[in-house]
Structure formats: C-alpha cells, structure tokens
Nanobody, 125 residues
C-alpha cells in the first residue's frame, strides 16, 4: 500500500510560479512511475506530467510543456511539479499518482493505482 500526500498548492497570479510536492510512503516508491494529473470544476481529470522510476524519462501534456517540470527524489520518497508562467486555465485540483506495476509511464490514466487527496491551485488573471 502506498499513501500519497500532496502539498504546495495555493492562490497565485498569472505569470507566477508554484512548486507542488507529493510525499509517498512505502519502501518501493523508487520502483514506481509517478504522475501528476489535474481536474478543473466540471471537467474530467487530465494528465499533466509523468516521470519514470529513475527520473530518466519524463512526459508532459502539450498544454504545460515548456512551463512545468516534473522531478523526483527517491531518497526522500517525493515527486515534485515545478509550475512556471502559470495561467488562469491551470486552475484545478492537482493530484499525484503512482503506478505500482510499471517503471515507465504507460500512457494510460487507468494504470495508476494510488492517488493523493489533491491540492488546489488557483491562478487569477
């Protein structure tokens, strides 16, 4: 069992930056592909970014490419999402997720087994 706890969300202005953190419990965190997803009110949850078990591979949604950076520190059991040049359309609840069966992102939302409770990011114009 893996527990994920996100932090770092908040209210910022357009153009500002935030760094989200996701702390994971469990000794096998370093074996999992990890991802960040977001869900805006009235919309479906969407993929934001993912990172392989060792951090050597990353994936991004087109909407955040060049602005967001995903990283991980396996020694700290933590994955991060650095968000720069934030836009109002980035407003959402952000969730981190773990895929316990794969070391690389499969491209499928349904592959992720464990989810955090989410952290709210609000970007004002």
């Amino acid at each position: 069992q893996v527990q994920l706890v996100e932090s770092g969300g908040g209210l910022v202005q357009a153009g500002d930056s935030l760094r989200l953190s996701c702390a994971a419990s469990g000794r096998t965190f370093s074996n999992y592909a990890m991802g960040w997803f977001r869900q805006a009110p009235g919309k479906e949850r969407q993929f934001v970014a993912a990172i392989s078990w060792g951090g050597d591979s990353t994936w991004y949604a087109d909407s955040v490419k060049g602005r967001f950076t995903i990283s991980r520190d396996n020694a700290k059991n933590t994955v991060y999402l650095q968000m720069n040049s934030l836009k109002p359309e980035d407003t959402a609840v952000y969730y981190c997720a773990a895929d316990k069966d794969r070391k690389y992102y499969s491209g499928s939302y349904s592959a992720f087994d464990y989810w955090g409770q989410g952290t709210q990011v609000t970007v004002s114009s």
